[in-house]
């Protein structure tokens, strides 16, 4: 299971904050494990892994929420914290974009839940669907222009094989384990 924890932004500006369980994950319709699943905005990474903007789906009492999301190709899944309710949206779905690129273009929410067994923006619970675009970025934008608001997200992938402190890493002083001789602390 994987504890989701969005900040739900209204058209008002009101924030909620609830409690998610996610124990079921689809992207682009294929079930996915929920290992990969994370909220971590820095990761690291192989130094070849690269982004694919996304957004979110996921089952909520009252309605669904759509979140920005981005797709790494070493199979993580990260999920933004901030969300709209899809009630909200209802109206102007169609002209909300993904990085630019309109929803009615990469596929609608309504048809993803549809295809999850769901109807309107009800899902079963604990699902949460990812439908990706065919882009490269480690920065997920959904934009809404008819209320005029935004959710951005960006992932850093730091390499694995990187060391950020470099030639200043700190030296240790002393080590801490078995010894019958006092150790010096010099903190």
């Known amino acids: 299971m994987f504890l989701f924890k969005p900040h739900v932004i209204g058209p008002g500006g009101n924030i909620t904050t609830p409690d998610v369980i996610v124990d079921c994950l689809f992207t682009n319709g294929e079930r996915r ?4 699943l994370s909220q971590e905005c820095w990761l690291q990474a192989e130094c070849d892994a690269t982004g694919r ?3 979110a789906i996921t089952a909520l009492g009252g309605g669904a929420l759509i979140s920005p999301a981005v797709m790494i190709s070493n199979g993580q899944t990260v999920v933004a914290r901030s969300a709209w309710r899809l009630a909200n949206l209802d109206s102007h779905i169609g002209e909300v974009t993904l990085n630019g ?16 067994g ?14 990706t675009v065919d882009a490269t970025s480690n920065t997920a934008v959904l934009s ?22 470099g030639d200043a890493r700190p030296k240790p002083r002393y080590s801490v384990g ?10």
């Open 118 to 131: 769901g109807k309107e923006d009800v899902l079963p619970r604990g699902y949460m669907l990812l439908r």
């Open 178 to 187: 078995p010894t019958k001789k006092d150790v010096p602390h010099f903190i």
């Open 144 to 165: 809404d222009p008819v209320l005029d608001r935004e959710l951005r997200y960006r992932v850093v992938l730091e390499p694995l094989d990187e060391d950020r402190w």
């Open 53 to 55: 903007p996304a957004y």
């Open 101 to 116: 690129t309109r929803l009615s273009n990469v596929g609608l929410p309504y048809k993803l839940i549809e295809e999850a």
């Open 33 to 36: 494990s929920l290992g990969g």
